[in-house]
């Protein structure tokens, strides 16, 4: 027969189970601070209806979808978690309380050209506030919070939340008398790290934007200072109208109760550069940075949109939330070696048949199992040498020999790993003293 060469798929993600366990300690900590902020569970359909996630796709994002067409079915795989959180909103709406908080931490897939960082199917990590007609604006002050809180309990400290204002941005568009053309500047702006001033410039001018008037915007968006120079600088600029004022108040606003919220002043910096080039975002924005690994890019984004469900329903729901790439930020933090290796540990003891009367021995392990001593048997014929490195490569911490003068005596052996101490002693004693060096760790 002739054997197909065993492969994983460009652009997915495989890992040893050591790795894994490193990618599960991360992925619990994003869950478990998502929950200590009052976020309830959410998981929805990998697969939907075509016509119900393109709803609001164009674009890229058609592109880079999976469809799967099937007889009379046109299905397509979920490209993000907003998307179908819009449709769930809508069609429950009647049985939510808001302000709905909701997480959720799923697999999303997208037809990407797979490339370093770059993953055609991965986790995302999202938490979103969707209020009923309103939502108010110290709601997007929570957020950089519950980040600097995560990135904290992550391990992580020296990060930057980056800010902005959607509204800063289209008040200073709408000055220069740039509106008709803002979602294209918004998409080049969001591009400014990741290509070179001559490269910006020059398609800031394919867009026929005069160079005088680039120049300004380009100045605009690397006003620097402290946050609250920031601030100062652009209520003394001569902008008059009501976008650019509302953007104005909100921003310093979300910065001033960040602050209240115990955020310290060096993880957080007001940036007029930071964007997000989806149309639908219309406040505030937020990007996050490790600050000595500035190359890997943003690894937690998002802001504010006004109407997350208006393809589905007519009611306002206006929103705020963001998403962690988890599938990129593990990688990159794994070869950074920003991670602690997690020790294979599942199991707290290995039953070592020595016979083949399996009933005294099933009895043994039942009794550990209901005493919450996580055991495993052995059953393989193999050497003792190599099933003890078994253990040792497992973490597992005690070994029990069990054989024929064991159930005579109603009795096991028990090895210690780490030591190499072996006694022979009544199972409720075993017990004993695995909760005794369990208490002890």
């Given at each position: 027969?002739?054997?197909?060469?065993?492969?994983?798929?460009s652009?997915?993600?495989?890992?040893?189970?050591?790795?894994?366990?490193?990618?599960?300690?991360?992925?619990?900590?994003i869950?478990?601070?998502?929950?200590q902020?009052?976020?309830?569970?959410?998981?929805?359909?990998?697969?939907?209806?075509?016509?119900?996630?393109?709803?609001?796709?164009?674009?890229?994002?058609?592109?880079?979808?999976?469809?799967?067409?099937?007889?009379?079915?046109?299905?397509?795989?979920?490209?993000?978690?907003t998307?179908?959180?819009?449709?769930?909103?809508a069609?429950?709406?009647?049985?939510?309380?808001?302000?709905?908080?909701?997480?959720?931490?799923?697999?999303?897939?997208?037809?990407?050209?797979?490339?370093?960082?770059?993953?055609?199917e991965?986790?995302?990590?999202?938490?979103?506030?969707?209020g009923?007609?309103?939502?108010?604006?110290?709601?997007?002050?929570?957020?950089?919070?519950?980040?600097?809180n995560?990135?904290?309990?992550?391990g992580?400290?020296?990060?930057?939340?980056?800010?902005?204002?959607?509204?800063v941005?289209?008040?200073?568009?709408?000055?220069?008398?740039?509106?008709n053309?803002?979602?294209?500047?918004?998409?080049?702006?969001?591009?400014?790290?990741?290509?070179?001033?001559?490269?910006?410039?020059?398609?800031?001018?394919?867009l026929?934007?005069?160079?005088?008037?680039?120049?300004?915007?380009?100045?605009?968006?690397?006003?620097n200072?402290?946050?609250?120079?920031?601030?100062?600088?652009?209520?003394?600029?001569?902008?008059?109208?009501?976008?650019?004022?509302?953007?104005?108040?909100?921003?310093e606003?979300?910065?001033?109760?960040?602050?209240?919220?115990?955020?310290?002043e060096?993880?957080?910096?007001?940036?007029?550069?930071?964007?997000?080039?989806?149309?639908?975002?219309?406040?505030?924005?937020?990007?996050?940075?490790?600050?000595?690994?500035?190359?890997?890019?943003?690894?937690?984004?998002?802001?504010?949109?006004?109407?997350l469900?208006?393809?589905?329903?007519d009611?306002?729901?206006?929103?705020?939330?963001?998403?962690?790439?988890?599938?990129?930020?593990?990688?990159?933090?794994?070869?950074?070696?920003?991670?602690?290796?997690?020790?294979?540990?599942?199991?707290?003891?290995?039953?070592?048949?020595m016979?083949?009367?399996?009933?005294?021995?099933i009895?043994?392990?039942?009794?550990?199992?209901?005493?919450?001593?996580?055991?495993?048997?052995?059953?393989?014929?193999?050497?003792i040498?190599?099933?003890?490195?078994?253990?040792?490569?497992?973490?597992?911490?005690?070994?029990?020999?069990i054989?024929?003068?064991?159930?005579?005596?109603?009795?096991?052996t028990?090895?210690?790993i780490?030591?190499?101490?072996?006694?022979?002693?009544?199972?409720?004693?075993?017990?004993?003293?695995?909760?005794?060096?369990?208490?002890?760790?």
């Amino acid at each position: 027969m002739k054997k197909v060469e065993p492969r994983t798929l460009s652009g997915f993600m495989e890992l040893l189970p050591s790795d894994q366990l490193k990618f599960n300690k991360i992925k619990n900590t994003i869950e478990e601070t998502y929950q200590q902020f009052g976020f309830l569970p959410l998981d929805t359909p990998i697969i939907e209806a075509s016509e119900v996630l393109l709803a609001k796709a164009g674009g890229e994002t058609e592109k880079q979808i999976y469809q799967i067409k099937r007889g009379n079915s046109d299905l397509t795989l979920r490209f993000d978690l907003t998307v179908p959180l819009a449709k769930y909103v809508a069609k429950n709406y009647g049985q939510l309380n808001f302000p709905f908080r909701r997480y959720q931490i799923g697999k999303v897939y997208r037809g990407e050209r797979a490339q370093k960082g770059r993953y055609r199917e991965f986790y995302q990590c999202d938490i979103d506030i969707i209020g009923d007609g309103s939502l108010n604006i110290i709601n997007d002050a929570e957020i950089p919070n519950i980040i600097y809180n995560l990135f904290n309990n992550m391990g992580l400290t020296n990060f930057v939340i980056k800010i902005n204002n959607r509204k800063v941005l289209n008040g200073f568009l709408q000055a220069l008398n740039l509106t008709n053309q803002s979602s294209d500047i918004m998409r080049l702006i969001d591009k400014k790290d990741k290509i070179s001033k001559e490269s910006l410039i020059n398609e800031l001018e394919n867009l026929n934007i005069d160079p005088n008037i680039i120049n300004k915007l380009l100045t605009f968006i690397n006003i620097n200072g402290t946050n609250n120079e920031i601030i100062n600088q652009l209520q003394t600029l001569d902008i008059n109208n009501e976008l650019w004022q509302e953007g104005i108040a909100e921003l310093e606003t979300v910065y001033q109760y960040s602050i209240q919220f115990g955020i310290k002043e060096n993880n957080i910096q007001i940036d007029l550069g930071i964007a997000r080039g989806l149309d639908y975002y219309t406040g505030t924005v937020y990007e996050t940075f490790l600050t000595d690994y500035l190359e890997l890019g943003s690894i937690c984004s998002g802001g504010r949109y006004d109407d997350l469900a208006e393809y589905y329903t007519d009611k306002k729901l206006p929103g705020v939330g963001i998403s962690i790439g988890l599938t990129r930020l593990f990688t990159n933090l794994n070869e950074l070696n920003l991670l602690k290796e997690e020790p294979i540990n599942v199991s707290d003891v290995l039953i070592i048949p020595m016979t083949n009367n399996y009933e005294y021995i099933i009895n043994c392990y039942n009794k550990l199992m209901e005493n919450n001593i996580y055991t495993q048997i052995f059953y393989e014929q193999r050497s003792i040498k190599s099933i003890i490195n078994y253990a040792i490569n497992l973490n597992i911490p005690y070994v029990i020999f069990i054989g024929d003068d064991e159930i005579k005596n109603k009795t096991v052996t028990i090895k210690n790993i780490k030591t190499f101490e072996q006694k022979t002693m009544d199972i409720n004693n075993i017990i004993k003293e695995v909760h005794n060096e369990q208490r002890n760790i």
